[in-house]
């Protein structure tokens, strides 16, 4: 039952309940405040089950649907992990303890969100400082595919998207287009090694400091979210 209903018509509702129990009991008035009671409860009853049934038949319907978009709400979160993962250098041996479980997605994306979280978060801002323009131009690759895969998924299954869904898919495409300031607008700058960097008014390599600090953040904030997807996903496979 969506928040609406419950304001302005199930909790009106238990009010003249209250208040009709409360004046029969003051009032010792037997049939009719007995009758409204008993209406009004019957309307909560009735309201909640017909509520109930609806989403019920809804989620039967479209079962198979809601697994194929969270599977690829999954494909999308693993290719964000995956993407960053190889290019700081972090290797898939990670995998090899899941050969057992390759069958248990769960299992998998439970792996794929610890290595993100556990690993890689915590190195990217040392990585950053060693990645060169090429390097750069894989990343904003990568990180352009991530928020352009997000826009696809908002199109096509939009109707089918959870509330918590589309609020990670538009916070992780957010950060994907944060984590790319740096690179759309110092192309100059991001990747290039100290010695090599541009003059500026004030120190360059301070500013190239500050600017992947600010990558950093932003880049952790994708694997968060992408975490947070994998998180959603395996919920609903559990229930």
């Known amino acids: 039952m ?34 409204l009671t008993s209406e009004f409860v019957g309307i909560i009853i009735t309201v909640g ?31 964000a992990i995956t993407g960053i993962r190889s290019e700081f250098g972090f290797g898939a041996e990670f995998f090899d303890r899941l050969i057992e479980k390759r069958n248990d997605i769960n299992a998998i994306s439970g792996e794929v969100k610890r290595v993100a979280l556990e690993q890689v978060s915590p190195a990217i801002r040392g990585k950053l400082d060693d990645i060169d323009t090429d390097g750069w131009k894989r990343l904003a690759h990568h990180l352009e595919s991530v928020s352009r895969n997000v826009e696809q998924l908002i199109v096509h299954f939009g109707p089918r998207l959870g509330a918590k869904d589309m609020e990670l898919l538009l916070d992780l495409q957010q950060a994907a287009e944060s984590s790319l300031t740096f690179w759309r607008t110092f192309p100059d700058i991001a990747g290039v090694e100290d010695s090599r960097l541009p003059p500026t008014s004030g120190n360059t390599v301070e500013f190239k400091s500050a600017f992947n600090d600010m990558t950093a953040d932003s880049l952790r904030e994708v694997l968060n979210l992408s975490a947070k997807i994998l998180d959603l996903c395996s919920g609903r496979v559990a229930a």
């Open 2 to 35: 969506t928040k609406s209903i419950i304001v302005r018509l199930v909790v009106p509702l238990a009010c003249l309940t209250a208040l009709s129990l409360l004046f029969q009991n003051r009032l010792d008035a037997d049939d009719l405040l007995l009758n």
């Open 49 to 79: 089950y017909v509520d109930w049934i609806l989403k019920e038949h809804d989620r039967q319907v479209w079962r198979g649907t809601s697994e194929r978009v969270d599977l690829r709400l999954r494909t999308l979160a693993h290719s």
